[in-house]
């Protein structure tokens, strides 16, 4: 038994606690008339046996068809790990809407539907808009080295299928380069198909780079980064995308969406940190 409670100093929670194990204890006759523990002979007595077997005792409980998948898509997203705290559970993932059999949307999680001729174009021209609205890319006091090299990068992506880059720490591989795909994608008016998945060897570094470069990209673009990590999901708004996520996500992703339909890049970043998740990049960096 769990007996939690809230005070304005640890001792007073404490105490508060324990109070509540004691009423507990007595209501089950586990103490005396002077609210002491049992001796071990007292234990011994049939009503005592009986209530322990009662207590260990199996329920059975009939669990309907509907939570059962629920359970099941929800685990599916967030393998089982006691060493992790406990989930935030995300409504997209816990819907029961979806139909087994359906694709995943690789950057919403939910079920994917293609993008219409129309929406895609409506939505190409909000975010040129969006783009515009923002002012120059990056001041000159905030270059970084990658940047010179933009347009042999993008160049390199567009007529590679895989593309490894080397470049030194801080050089802004991890943060300039997904932005730098968006960029080129929105400013040659389509920006919806630009869904870029970029994985992280760690969960904290996942998050940590999609708060950067959304703070980098400003608050009317702030949306459309993301992340997802085992227990803990912000995923982007579709079309436009930036998703960082761990490997072990993205293997996910991939058994509820083998093809990737609706991801235009996959970005495996630190693949030099070789492990069985990260041996077959679609485009990584060192």
């Given at each position: 038994?769990?007996?939690?409670?809230?005070?304005?100093?640890?001792?007073?929670?404490?105490?508060?606690?324990?109070?509540?194990?004691?009423?507990?204890?007595?209501?089950?006759?586990?103490?005396?008339?002077?609210?002491?523990?049992?001796?071990?002979?007292?234990?011994?007595?049939?009503?005592?046996?009986?209530?322990?077997?009662?207590?260990?005792?199996?329920?059975?409980?009939k669990v309907p068809e509907a939570t059962l998948r629920k359970i099941e898509n929800?685990?599916?997203?967030?393998?089982?790990?006691?060493?992790?705290?406990?989930?935030?559970?995300?409504?997209?993932?816990?819907?029961?809407?979806?139909?087994?059999g359906a694709i995943s949307d690789a950057i919403t999680g939910k079920t994917y539907?293609?993008?219409?001729?129309?929406?895609?174009?409506?939505?190409?021209?909000?975010?040129?808009?969006?783009?515009?609205?923002?002012?120059?890319?990056?001041?000159?006091?905030?270059?970084?080295?990658?940047?010179?090299?933009?347009?042999?990068?993008?160049?390199?992506?567009?007529?590679?299928?895989?593309?490894?880059?080397?470049?030194?720490?801080?050089?802004?591989?991890?943060?300039?380069?997904?932005?730098?795909?968006?960029?080129?994608?929105?400013?040659?008016?389509?920006?919806?198909?630009?869904?870029?998945?970029?994985?992280?060897?760690?969960?904290?570094?996942?998050?940590?780079?999609?708060?950067?470069?959304?703070?980098?990209?400003?608050?009317?673009?702030?949306?459309?980064?993301?992340?997802?990590?085992?227990?803990?999901?912000?995923?982007?708004?579709?079309?436009?995308?930036?998703?960082?996520?761990?490997?072990?996500?993205?293997?996910?992703?991939?058994?509820?969406?083998?093809?990737?339909?609706?991801?235009?890049?996959?970005?495996?970043?630190?693949?030099?940190?070789?492990?069985?998740?990260?041996?077959?990049?679609?485009?990584?960096?060192?």
């Open positions: 038994m769990t007996f939690a409670a809230k005070g304005r100093r640890k001792v007073e929670a404490e105490n508060k606690a324990a109070a509540l194990a004691c009423q507990k204890l007595k209501s089950l006759g586990l103490v005396d008339k002077n609210n002491n523990p049992l001796s071990h002979a007292m234990y011994n007595m049939t009503s005592l046996r009986e209530l322990g077997e009662n207590q260990r005792r199996p329920c059975h409980i929800y685990l599916n997203h967030y393998p089982v790990d006691s060493r992790e705290s406990r989930p935030r559970i995300a409504d997209d993932m816990m819907n029961l809407s979806k139909e087994s539907t293609p993008m219409s001729e129309g929406e895609e174009v409506r939505l190409s021209q909000n975010l040129l808009a969006l783009w515009k609205r923002r002012g120059s890319s990056w001041p000159e006091s905030h270059q970084l080295p990658v940047d010179p090299h933009k347009d042999t990068i993008l160049s390199a992506i567009e007529q590679n299928p895989v593309v490894v880059i080397a470049g030194d720490t801080g050089c802004g591989k991890t943060t300039r380069i997904p932005q730098l795909l968006l960029e080129r994608y929105i400013l040659e008016g389509r920006g919806a198909r630009c869904n870029v998945v970029i994985t992280q060897p760690r969960r904290i570094s996942a998050i940590s780079v999609a708060q950067r470069v959304a703070q980098e990209l400003g608050p009317n673009m702030r949306k459309n980064v993301g992340y997802q990590v085992r227990l803990e999901s912000k995923p982007p708004a579709r079309g436009g995308a930036l998703l960082f996520c761990t490997v072990g996500i993205l293997l996910r992703k991939l058994q509820g969406n083998p093809s990737l339909e609706g991801v235009s890049h996959v970005i495996v970043d630190e693949v030099h940190e070789r492990d069985v998740n990260t041996e077959t990049p679609t485009c990584a960096w060192s």
